[in-house]
């Protein structure tokens, strides 16, 4: 199993342009989130689902979208970046009633805007 | 909604000593869990040790230890004979249950020196 992939690994934006970090999971876990880090901060949910085609907004959802068409993917969109959307960003997975509500993470990607 | 307080920014102990990260946290929630994370260098999310409030024993991973108390809403995490391995940013996470994530403290940054 390959767990949770992200894509790309680094990316760097111009102020306005348009972007997908891609995420997916081989575990077949049905919950699946979107984290943003910033430094001095400990991860803060931005968007999350509890299955394809259920999606819901977290603590910083503004300037994000999501969509959840199939289990394995889980899409985060930027409509128009701006500076203050720089940061890492984490694509997590868990199973639903799993062992103990373990979220499993991605690598990361870490996101510049200009 | 949940609340977590970490309230060293950062530790520094030498290899093989003991060292303890604190980590306060509020909830209204009857069942929870709670995590402790590490994050290297590499900025990868590793779970180190993950506690059921409905348990009282505390949970126990090799070298990684935590002292749960749950009416104090106080979950530190001890780590016996560090290594220099173990350097890295240790975040405390509870989580409700439900599908909507961790919420994360902001972080102890642990240094293990020579």
């Known amino acids: 199993n390959a767990g949770v992939t992200q894509t790309p690994k680094f990316q760097v934006l111009k102020t306005g342009q348009s972007m997908t970090l891609q995420c997916a999971q081989d575990?077949?876990?049905?919950?699946m989130s979107w984290y943003r880090q910033d430094p001095g901060m400990g991860l803060r949910l931005i968007h999350y689902?509890?299955?394809?085609?259920?999606?819901d907004q977290g603590e910083v959802p503004n300037g994000y979208n999501v969509s959840r068409s199939t289990t394995e993917d889980f899409p985060l969109r930027l409509l128009s970046a701006a500076p203050s959307q720089t940061s890492v960003y984490f694509c997590?997975?868990?199973?639903?009633?799993?062992?103990?509500?373990?979220?499993?993470f991605g690598p990361g990607t870490r996101l510049t805007v200009l | 909604a949940q609340t977590v307080t970490q309230s060293q920014p950062e530790m520094s102990v030498q290899e093989a000593e003991t060292v303890t990260l604190s980590c306060t946290y509020d909830?209204?929630?009857?069942?929870?869990?709670l995590f402790w994370y590490k994050q290297p260098p590499s900025r990868q999310m590793i779970l180190v040790i993950r506690?059921?409030?409905?348990?009282?024993q505390n949970a126990t991973e090799n070298r990684f230890s935590v002292n749960f108390q749950k009416a104090a809403k106080s979950f530190s995490l001890k780590i016996s004979d560090s290594q220099l391995g173990d350097t890295a940013m240790y975040f405390c996470?509870?989580?409700?249950?439900?599908?909507?994530?961790?919420?994360f403290g902001k972080g102890t940054h642990l240094i293990i020196q020579p």
């Open positions: 575990m077949n876990h049905e919950y």
């Open positions: 506690q059921e409030a409905y348990k009282q």
């Open positions: 997590a997975s868990r199973e639903r009633g799993g062992l103990r509500n373990t979220q499993y």
């Open positions: 996470a509870p989580s409700g249950g439900g599908a909507d994530g961790l919420t």
């Open positions: 689902s509890v299955g394809a085609g259920i999606t």
């Open positions: 909830t209204s929630e009857n069942n929870y869990y």
